[in-house]
T-cell receptor, first 114, second 112 residues
Framework: ETGVTQSPTHLIKTRGQQVTLRCSSQ?????VSWYQQALGQGPQFIFQ???????GRGNFPPRFSGLQFPNYSSELNVNALELDDSALYLC?????????????FGPGTRLTVL | KQEVTQIPAALSVPEGENLVLNCSFT??????LQWFRQDPGKGLTSLLL?????REQTSGRLNASLDKSSGRSTLYIAASQPGDSATYLC???????????FGQGTRLTINP
């Protein structure tokens, strides 16, 4: 069984650019959530996708957007990058999106904005 | 607004000791509480999940308890080993929401 994978591992961008991060959910999981983790902090919820529909959003501006594909993989897009967007971006998948599910996290993408 | 607090922020103990990590949350209306481990620069590994109707869960040397009424959870690690060194995070899912709300973590160092 393949776990949650994310790409790329590391990324360096400059302020104002756009970035796309990718996540492949664990086999059999139809729900993907994205989190942002600043250095020394706990992860903050960005949004969740369930069966290709956004199913909840945290306190992030609209320049953070996402997609989920029919195979349940997902993308996180960030436009007009700011220095404060530098963080570890984590993707998590769960079997059904139910609130009692365990969420399984990928290794993360480290984004640095210069 | 649900807030999750973990104390202490950092802990250093000698190998072999039993230890307790603490987590508190402000809103007792939760679906479950999950403990995670995070190695430096890495993703999160789920350790234990406690449903709101449960009082504790055990896995190997780890035992997590949940007291919803007081808004507290503890993670007990028995016979600590250097390989247990990591940051430990607790997170809750509150009723009416899909997201995990995390504490800031406890950075644990086990000294050989």
């Amino acid at each position: 069984e393949t776990g949650v994978t994310q790409s790329p591992t590391h990324l360096i961008k400059t302020r104002g650019q756009q970035v796309t991060l990718r996540c492949s959910s664990q086999s059999g999981h139809n729900t993907v959530s994205w989190y942002q983790q600043a250095l020394g902090q706990g992860p903050q919820f960005i949004f969740q996708y369930y069966r290709e529909e956004e199913n909840g959003r945290g306190n992030f501006p609209p320049r953070f957007s996402g997609l989920q594909f029919p195979n349940y993989s997902s993308e996180l897009n960030v436009n007009a990058l700011e220095l404060d967007d530098s963080a570890l971006y984590l993707c998590a998948s769960s079997p059904t999106g139910g609130r009692t599910d365990t969420q399984y996290f990928g290794p993360g993408t480290r984004l640095t904005v210069l | 607004k649900q807030e999750v607090t973990q104390i202490p922020a950092a802990l250093s103990v000698p190998e072999g000791e039993n230890l307790v990590l603490n987590c508190s949350f402000t809103d007792s209306a939760i679906y479950n509480l999950q403990w995670f481990r995070q190695d430096p620069g890495k993703g999160l590994t789920s350790l234990l999940l406690i449903q709101s109707s449960q009082r504790e869960q055990t896995s190997g040397r780890l035992n997590a308890s949940l007291d919803k009424s007081s808004g507290r959870s503890t993670l007990y690690i028995a016979a600590s080993q250097p390989g247990d060194s990591a940051t430990y995070l607790c997170a809750v899912i509150i009723q009416g929401a899909q997201k995990l709300v995390f504490g800031q973590g406890t950075r644990l160092t086990i000294n050989p």
